[in-house]
């Protein structure tokens, strides 16, 4: 069964501290989609990144950088030297192509980033 | 901001009632979705619309309906509202409904029900 799972619920950290972000998925799927969504007070989430399950390199935006490992089924999401704007909810969320003709996401619960100045 | 917009962005009901939403995608996008999110919960796929017809649907209960017009937006619409139902109410657009498409997402709708 397909699943996406966000073990923290609640991070806070003073800026300019790193944090990391853990996401696990469950997937029987050998073609799958990963994102990163930021949801912050005003309820838009803002698309921050999407890998497909064949690319395993670490990628890095800036102050954002992500580490894929298939071995471990994690998709970890780490912000360096945080700033206050940096708080928000971050969804992980899976896409599956067995899901069909659709690209819905599977989104995890979500951890909520308190970065305080 | 993706170009995706809703409305209305607030909502209330009573139990019962019936609500429509609306949802206007990105332009060249021709693909919507629509999630549910509950308070401190991830979204929750209730259906996709294609090209007009529905692409797929969520475990959602036939109350849930949708459409989708010649122009790509879209509406969502609950009968007979229950408590539960209380929650944002997600839109995203994609350029077509596949796996290797990005999802963009609206502002939401905040729906109360009393």
């Known amino acids: 069964a397909q699943k996406v799972t966000q073990a923290q619920t609640e991070i806070s950290v003073v800026e300019k501290e790193d944090v990391t972000l853990d996401c696990v998925y469950e997937?029987?799927?050998?073609?799958?989609?990963l994102f990163w969504y930021k949801q912050p007070p005003s309820g838009e989430l803002v698309f921050l990144i999407r890998r497909n399950s064949f690319d395993e390199q670490n990628e890095i935006s800036g102050r954002y950088s992500w580490n894929f490992q298939k071995s471990t089924s994690s998709f970890n999401f780490t912000i360096t030297a945080s700033q206050v704007v940096d708080s928000a909810v971050y969804f992980c969320?899976?896409?599956?192509?067995?899901?069909?003709?659709?690209?819905?996401?599977?989104f995890g619960t979500g951890t909520l980033l308190a970065v305080q100045p | 901001e993706t170009g995706v917009t809703q409305s209305p962005t607030h909502l209330i009901k009573t139990r019962g009632q019936q609500v429509t939403l609306r949802c206007s995608s990105q332009s060249g996008h021709n693909t919507v979705s629509w999630y549910q999110q509950a308070l401190g919960q991830g979204p929750q796929f209730i259906f996709q619309?294609?090209?007009?017809?529905?692409?797929g649907r969520g475990n959602f209960p036939p109350r849930f309906s949708g459409l989708q017009f010649p122009n790509y937006s879209s509406e969502l619409n609950v009968n007979a509202l229950e408590l539960d139902d209380s929650a944002l109410y997600l839109c995203?657009?994609?350029?077509?409904?596949?796996?290797?498409?990005?999802?963009?997402f609206g502002p939401g709708t905040r729906l109360t029900v009393l």
């Open positions: 619309y294609y090209r007009e017809e529905e692409n």
């Open positions: 997937t029987r799927d050998t073609t799958y989609y």
């Open positions: 995203a657009s994609s350029t077509a409904g596949t796996v290797t498409d990005t999802q963009y």
């Open positions: 969320a899976l896409s599956e192509a067995r899901g069909g003709a659709t690209n819905k996401l599977i």
